[in-house]
């Protein structure tokens, strides 16, 4: 809910909208540099191919890296960036273009009494955005596609699941030359209730 010393709108329909940052931050001039840069955030990252999508192999869990040192000495300029979920203790909210996920999310925060989540939130080379979410170490949020959780259709979400879990591609990668940028440049939020409670926990 809004804080009685938020400066935000009083309209809660303008508040549960997409938040884009004030200033503007500069990029990362390499790939290496947005990997770094994604670690002292907090978050643990792999490498994905160039241009790509999906690991060139298994087991990219387990090649997470959280040092900046290690990440200057091993990386390929160029590689694409993988966040792994359960390393990096949080929840991705992938909302698509197409299933017109920012309205839907849009349309249950408003709905349920609640602002636009602030957060770290990355645009995708479709125009989608990533919204990242911090959550406990014990968590074991489930990564569904499809839209098939309760928050509503164009919604797929990362987690960090029971072991491996889920990755989101990072800001500083690009897919036939299109990149994925930050837009809101904030600390990672902390995962509401309103959301979490309509995502799916795999049982332990």
């Known amino acids: ?7 935000a709108p009083d309209s809660t329909a303008a508040s549960a909208a997409p938040l884009t940052s004030t200033t503007v931050c500069a990029e ?6 947005a990997a770094v840069d994604l670690v002292r955030r907090g978050l643990a990252v792999f490498p994905l191919p160039a241009g790509g999508r999906r690991p060139a192999r298994g087991g990219w869990h387990s090649r997470c890296l959280t040092e900046p040192s290690r990440i200057r000495a091993v990386w390929r300029e160029g590689d ?3 966040v792994g979920c359960r390393a990096s203790r949080v929840v991705g909210l992938d909302l698509d273009v197409e299933g017109h996920g920012q309205g839907v999310l849009a349309a249950l925060a408003t709905r349920v009494g609640e602002d636009w989540p602030d957060t770290l939130t990355v645009r ?4 989608g955005l990533h919204l990242y979410f911090r959550v406990p170490g014990d968590c074991a949020i489930a990564s569904v596609s499809g839209g098939r ?5 164009g919604i797929d979400v990362r ?5 491996s879990g889920g990755y989101l591609i990072g800001p500083g990668s690009a897919v036939n030359g299109m990149p994925y940028a ?3 440049d904030v600390p990672i939020l ?10 799916t926990v795999l049982p332990a």
């Open 190 to 199: 902390e995962l509401s209730g309103w959301i979490a409670e309509r995502l």
């Open 159 to 163: 987690g960090p699941g029971l072991r």
């Open 1 to 7: 809910m809004r804080s009685a010393g938020s400066s």
């Open 124 to 127: 995708t080379p479709s125009g």
């Open 28 to 33: 990362p001039t390499s790939t290496t540099a």
């Open 80 to 82: 694409n960036i993988g």
């Open 182 to 184: 930050i837009t809101r």
């Open 149 to 153: 959780t309760a928050i509503g259709p």
